[in-house]
Protein backbone atom coordinates (compact mmCIF):
# COMPACT_ATOMS: atom_id res chain seq x y z
CA UNK A 1 0.00 0.00 0.00
CA UNK A 2 2.82 2.27 0.91
CA UNK A 3 4.83 1.35 -2.40
CA UNK A 4 1.11 2.25 -4.01
CA UNK A 5 0.79 5.51 -2.64
CA UNK A 6 4.39 6.76 -3.04
CA UNK A 7 4.47 5.81 -6.89
CA UNK A 8 1.03 8.03 -7.37
CA UNK A 9 2.47 10.75 -6.19
CA UNK A 10 5.59 10.39 -7.80
CA UNK A 11 4.32 10.44 -10.94
CA UNK A 12 1.93 13.10 -9.85
CA UNK A 13 5.11 15.40 -9.25
CA UNK A 14 6.15 14.44 -13.09
CA UNK A 15 3.02 15.88 -14.32
CA UNK A 16 3.93 18.51 -16.54
CA UNK A 17 1.77 21.69 -15.78
CA UNK A 18 1.41 25.11 -16.75
CA UNK A 19 -1.21 27.92 -15.74
CA UNK A 20 -3.14 28.10 -18.73
CA UNK A 21 -6.48 29.18 -17.02
CA UNK A 22 -6.67 33.07 -18.50
CA UNK A 23 -8.97 36.35 -16.80
CA UNK A 24 -11.08 36.73 -16.49
CA UNK A 25 -13.22 33.69 -16.61
CA UNK A 26 -17.51 33.00 -17.09
CA UNK A 27 -19.43 31.78 -13.45
CA UNK A 28 -18.39 28.12 -12.49
CA UNK A 29 -20.84 25.91 -14.12
CA UNK A 30 -22.13 22.51 -12.47
CA UNK A 31 -20.62 19.23 -13.34
CA UNK A 32 -17.03 18.89 -14.97
CA UNK A 33 -15.87 20.50 -17.97
CA UNK A 34 -12.41 19.20 -19.60
CA UNK A 35 -10.88 20.33 -22.75
CA UNK A 36 -8.87 18.14 -24.10
CA UNK A 37 -6.79 19.24 -27.22
CA UNK A 38 -4.33 17.24 -29.78
CA UNK A 39 -1.55 19.51 -30.76
CA UNK A 40 0.69 18.76 -33.77
CA UNK A 41 3.74 19.64 -31.84
CA UNK A 42 6.52 18.01 -32.72
CA UNK A 43 8.91 19.12 -29.85
CA UNK A 44 11.21 16.09 -28.59
CA UNK A 45 11.01 14.20 -32.00
CA UNK A 46 13.94 12.79 -33.51
CA UNK A 47 14.05 13.15 -37.24
CA UNK A 48 13.49 9.46 -37.26
CA UNK A 49 10.61 9.72 -35.00
CA UNK A 50 9.14 12.38 -37.07
CA UNK A 51 9.47 9.87 -40.53
CA UNK A 52 7.82 7.00 -38.44
CA UNK A 53 4.75 9.34 -37.59
CA UNK A 54 4.53 10.68 -40.27
CA UNK A 55 4.33 14.29 -39.15
CA UNK A 56 5.93 15.92 -41.77
CA UNK A 57 8.42 17.56 -40.08
CA UNK A 58 8.47 21.53 -38.29
CA UNK A 59 5.36 23.68 -39.55
CA UNK A 60 6.15 26.57 -37.30
CA UNK A 61 3.90 27.67 -34.41
CA UNK A 62 1.47 24.82 -33.18
CA UNK A 63 -1.91 23.75 -34.36
CA UNK A 64 -4.69 21.75 -32.56
CA UNK A 65 -5.76 18.32 -34.42
CA UNK A 66 -8.38 18.03 -31.99
CA UNK A 67 -10.21 20.04 -29.69
CA UNK A 68 -12.86 18.14 -27.28
CA UNK A 69 -15.29 19.22 -24.69
CA UNK A 70 -16.14 16.76 -22.14
CA UNK A 71 -18.64 17.31 -19.72
CA UNK A 72 -18.27 15.10 -16.65
CA UNK A 73 -22.16 15.24 -14.63
CA UNK A 74 -21.93 16.12 -11.07
CA UNK A 75 -25.26 13.20 -10.85
CA UNK A 76 -25.18 9.71 -12.94
CA UNK A 77 -26.40 11.19 -16.07
CA UNK A 78 -24.38 10.27 -18.99
CA UNK A 79 -20.84 11.99 -19.89
CA UNK A 80 -21.05 14.40 -23.09
CA UNK A 81 -18.30 14.11 -25.21
CA UNK A 82 -18.20 17.11 -27.74
CA UNK A 83 -15.92 18.10 -30.88
CA UNK A 84 -15.15 21.70 -31.54
CA UNK A 85 -14.24 21.71 -35.40
CA UNK A 86 -11.08 23.27 -35.70
CA UNK A 87 -12.31 25.44 -38.48
CA UNK A 88 -15.68 26.59 -36.48
CA UNK A 89 -16.30 30.90 -37.23
CA UNK A 90 -15.64 32.38 -33.67
CA UNK A 91 -14.80 35.47 -32.48
CA UNK A 92 -11.28 35.37 -30.66
CA UNK A 93 -11.19 37.82 -28.04
CA UNK A 94 -8.39 40.69 -29.10
CA UNK A 95 -8.37 39.64 -32.40
CA UNK A 96 -11.80 39.26 -34.23
CA UNK A 97 -13.60 36.77 -36.15
CA UNK A 98 -11.46 33.56 -36.89
CA UNK A 99 -11.02 30.14 -36.98
CA UNK A 100 -11.13 28.02 -33.53
CA UNK A 101 -7.56 26.05 -34.57
CA UNK A 102 -6.35 29.80 -34.81
CA UNK A 103 -6.56 30.89 -31.30
CA UNK A 104 -4.37 28.35 -30.25
CA UNK A 105 -1.82 29.37 -32.87
CA UNK A 106 -2.01 32.40 -31.71
CA UNK A 107 -1.96 32.07 -27.33
CA UNK A 108 -1.59 28.81 -26.69
CA UNK A 109 -4.22 26.79 -24.56
CA UNK A 110 -4.73 30.04 -22.40
CA UNK A 111 -6.43 32.01 -25.31
CA UNK A 112 -8.28 28.36 -26.85
CA UNK A 113 -10.23 28.12 -23.33
CA UNK A 114 -10.75 31.84 -23.18
CA UNK A 115 -12.13 31.74 -26.73
CA UNK A 116 -14.13 28.41 -26.14
CA UNK A 117 -15.40 29.83 -22.99
CA UNK A 118 -16.74 33.17 -24.15
CA UNK A 119 -18.25 30.95 -27.21
CA UNK A 120 -20.21 28.51 -25.30
CA UNK A 121 -20.81 29.96 -22.15
CA UNK A 122 -19.11 26.79 -20.05
CA UNK A 123 -16.39 27.36 -17.69
CA UNK A 124 -13.44 24.89 -18.44
CA UNK A 125 -12.44 22.93 -15.51
CA UNK A 126 -9.67 21.02 -16.11
CA UNK A 127 -7.02 21.25 -19.51
CA UNK A 128 -4.51 18.34 -21.61
CA UNK A 129 -2.60 19.03 -23.86
CA UNK A 130 -1.19 16.16 -25.80
CA UNK A 131 1.39 16.27 -28.91
CA UNK A 132 2.34 13.70 -31.55
CA UNK A 133 5.06 11.14 -30.21
CA UNK A 134 2.99 11.54 -26.99
CA UNK A 135 0.12 10.20 -28.19
CA UNK A 136 1.54 7.75 -30.12
CA UNK A 137 3.67 6.56 -26.74
CA UNK A 138 0.70 6.29 -24.50
CA UNK A 139 -1.18 3.80 -27.52
CA UNK A 140 2.08 2.01 -27.24
CA UNK A 141 2.16 1.68 -23.62
CA UNK A 142 -1.35 -0.05 -23.19
CA UNK A 143 -0.40 -2.89 -26.26
CA UNK A 144 -2.00 -0.94 -28.44
CA UNK A 145 -5.75 -0.47 -29.25
CA UNK A 146 -8.41 -2.35 -31.00
CA UNK A 147 -10.57 -0.73 -33.89
CA UNK A 148 -12.79 -1.89 -36.18
CA UNK A 149 -12.80 -0.33 -39.43
CA UNK A 150 -16.05 -0.30 -41.55
CA UNK A 151 -13.72 0.98 -45.08
CA UNK A 152 -10.16 0.76 -45.87
CA UNK A 153 -7.92 3.53 -45.52
CA UNK A 154 -4.98 4.53 -47.38
CA UNK A 155 -3.46 7.69 -46.72
CA UNK A 156 0.54 8.06 -47.24
CA UNK A 157 0.38 11.34 -45.83
CA UNK A 158 -0.94 9.82 -42.74
CA UNK A 159 1.67 7.15 -42.95
CA UNK A 160 -1.22 4.32 -42.48
CA UNK A 161 -2.34 1.48 -45.10
CA UNK A 162 -4.92 -0.24 -42.86
CA UNK A 163 -7.17 -2.67 -43.66
CA UNK A 164 -10.90 -2.90 -43.21
CA UNK A 165 -12.39 -4.81 -40.12
CA UNK A 166 -10.99 -5.01 -36.44
CA UNK A 167 -7.58 -5.18 -35.59
CA UNK A 168 -4.60 -3.42 -32.85
CA UNK A 169 -3.15 -0.10 -33.80
CA UNK A 170 0.01 0.42 -32.72
CA UNK A 171 1.07 3.93 -31.67
CA UNK A 172 1.82 5.50 -35.27
CA UNK A 173 -1.17 3.65 -36.56
CA UNK A 174 -3.25 5.05 -34.21
CA UNK A 175 -1.89 8.77 -34.90
CA UNK A 176 -2.53 8.68 -38.59
CA UNK A 177 -5.82 6.95 -37.72
CA UNK A 178 -7.17 10.16 -36.07
CA UNK A 179 -5.36 12.34 -38.60
CA UNK A 180 -6.31 11.13 -41.36
CA UNK A 181 -9.02 13.02 -44.09
CA UNK A 182 -8.30 10.44 -46.89
CA UNK A 183 -12.25 9.25 -46.05
CA UNK A 184 -15.75 9.66 -47.94
CA UNK A 185 -16.32 12.70 -45.45
CA UNK A 186 -12.99 14.10 -45.12
CA UNK A 187 -12.94 16.19 -41.44
CA UNK A 188 -16.30 14.22 -40.25
CA UNK A 189 -15.21 11.51 -40.41
CA UNK A 190 -11.94 12.73 -38.53
CA UNK A 191 -13.59 13.88 -35.57
CA UNK A 192 -15.88 10.88 -35.40
CA UNK A 193 -12.69 8.85 -35.43
CA UNK A 194 -11.00 10.86 -33.07
CA UNK A 195 -14.23 10.44 -30.46
CA UNK A 196 -14.69 6.86 -31.10
CA UNK A 197 -10.22 6.05 -30.56
CA UNK A 198 -10.21 8.40 -27.53
CA UNK A 199 -12.74 6.10 -25.87
CA UNK A 200 -11.32 3.24 -26.81
CA UNK A 201 -8.20 3.84 -25.95
CA UNK A 202 -9.32 5.37 -22.26
CA UNK A 203 -11.29 1.90 -21.66
CA UNK A 204 -8.29 -0.11 -22.81
CA UNK A 205 -6.56 2.16 -19.79
CA UNK A 206 -8.36 1.75 -16.91
CA UNK A 207 -9.47 -2.11 -18.24
CA UNK A 208 -8.50 -4.95 -15.91
CA UNK A 209 -5.93 -5.92 -18.36
CA UNK A 210 -4.25 -2.94 -17.87
CA UNK A 211 -4.68 -2.19 -14.08
CA UNK A 212 -3.83 -6.13 -12.97
CA UNK A 213 -0.56 -5.74 -15.10
CA UNK A 214 2.34 -3.70 -13.12
CA UNK A 215 4.57 -3.73 -16.69
CA UNK A 216 1.95 -2.22 -18.66
CA UNK A 217 0.50 0.43 -16.07
CA UNK A 218 3.80 1.36 -15.11
CA UNK A 219 5.07 2.22 -18.80
CA UNK A 220 1.39 4.09 -19.33
CA UNK A 221 2.02 6.16 -16.11
CA UNK A 222 4.98 7.04 -17.03
CA UNK A 223 4.01 7.61 -20.44
CA UNK A 224 1.13 9.67 -19.72
CA UNK A 225 3.14 11.98 -17.27
CA UNK A 226 5.91 12.52 -19.62
CA UNK A 227 3.40 13.30 -22.87
CA UNK A 228 0.56 15.35 -21.15
CA UNK A 229 0.56 19.10 -20.20
CA UNK A 230 -2.16 19.96 -18.24
CA UNK A 231 -3.34 22.43 -16.48
CA UNK A 232 -1.74 23.85 -12.86
CA UNK A 233 -4.50 22.06 -10.45
CA UNK A 234 -5.18 18.84 -12.35
CA UNK A 235 -3.31 15.59 -10.88
CA UNK A 236 -2.96 11.95 -11.77
CA UNK A 237 -5.90 11.20 -10.27
CA UNK A 238 -8.04 13.71 -12.00
CA UNK A 239 -6.75 12.13 -14.95
CA UNK A 240 -8.40 8.56 -13.72
CA UNK A 241 -11.40 9.44 -12.87
CA UNK A 242 -11.99 11.31 -16.38
CA UNK A 243 -10.44 7.77 -18.14
CA UNK A 244 -13.29 6.03 -15.74
CA UNK A 245 -15.80 8.45 -16.87
CA UNK A 246 -15.76 7.51 -19.97
CA UNK A 247 -15.53 4.10 -19.46
CA UNK A 248 -19.54 3.86 -19.19
CA UNK A 249 -22.28 5.48 -20.44
CA UNK A 250 -20.73 8.45 -23.29
CA UNK A 251 -22.78 10.82 -25.46
CA UNK A 252 -20.36 11.40 -28.86
CA UNK A 253 -22.08 14.52 -30.72
CA UNK A 254 -20.58 17.90 -32.40
CA UNK A 255 -22.07 21.36 -31.60
CA UNK A 256 -24.38 22.13 -34.06
CA UNK A 257 -23.70 23.00 -37.03
CA UNK A 258 -25.53 26.10 -39.49
CA UNK A 259 -23.43 25.62 -43.10
CA UNK A 260 -20.09 26.83 -44.01
CA UNK A 261 -19.24 30.05 -45.61
CA UNK A 262 -15.90 32.04 -47.08
CA UNK A 263 -14.56 34.60 -45.34
CA UNK A 264 -11.30 36.57 -45.33
CA UNK A 265 -10.08 33.26 -42.73
CA UNK A 266 -10.78 31.02 -45.64
CA UNK A 267 -13.56 28.54 -45.58
CA UNK A 268 -15.12 28.47 -41.96
CA UNK A 269 -17.43 26.37 -40.63
CA UNK A 270 -20.78 28.32 -38.92
CA UNK A 271 -22.81 26.76 -35.62
CA UNK A 272 -26.44 26.86 -35.74
CA UNK A 273 -27.23 30.01 -34.18
CA UNK A 274 -30.29 28.99 -32.60
CA UNK A 275 -29.52 25.58 -31.85
CA UNK A 276 -25.63 25.93 -30.52
CA UNK A 277 -26.54 28.42 -27.71
CA UNK A 278 -29.20 25.78 -26.71
CA UNK A 279 -26.98 22.85 -26.72
CA UNK A 280 -24.63 24.22 -24.89
CA UNK A 281 -27.23 26.02 -22.23
CA UNK A 282 -27.80 22.55 -21.61
CA UNK A 283 -24.19 21.45 -20.27
CA UNK A 284 -23.70 24.50 -18.61
CA UNK A 285 -26.79 23.52 -16.52
CA UNK A 286 -25.37 20.29 -16.24
CA UNK A 287 -28.70 18.42 -17.79
CA UNK A 288 -29.03 15.96 -20.30
CA UNK A 289 -28.80 16.93 -23.79
CA UNK A 290 -31.99 16.08 -25.59
CA UNK A 291 -32.17 13.74 -28.77
CA UNK A 292 -32.72 16.35 -31.21
CA UNK A 293 -29.35 18.25 -30.22
CA UNK A 294 -26.95 15.35 -30.49
CA UNK A 295 -25.64 14.80 -33.65
CA UNK A 296 -22.22 12.27 -35.06
CA UNK A 297 -22.30 14.66 -37.92
CA UNK A 298 -22.45 18.40 -39.38
Known amino acids: MVLLIGSVFFFDSR ?5 VMPEPRPA ?6 WLLVG ?13 EL ?30 LPRDSYVSIPG ?7 TAFALGGGSLLIQTIEQSTGIRIDRYAEIGFGGFAGIVDAVGGVNMCLPNPIDDPLAGINLAAGCQ ?15 TA ?6 MNNQRMFLSALLSKA ?17 GVTQSLTVDSGTHLWHLARLGWALRSSVVATTVPVGGFADTAAGNVLLWDEVRAPEFFGYLSRDEPLPENLITTTP
Not at 56 to 75: A, F, K, N, Q, Y
Not at 207 to 220: A, C, D, G, I, Q
Open 185 to 190: LADIDR
Open 206 to 222: TSWSTLLNPWRMWNLTS
Open 95 to 101: YGQDKLN
Open 54 to 83: ATGGDIGSSRTDTIILIHIPSGSGPTTMVS
Open 28 to 33: DTPGTN
Open 39 to 51: SDSRVGLTPEQEA
Open 15 to 19: LQRTD
Open 168 to 182: DLTGAEALGFVRTRA
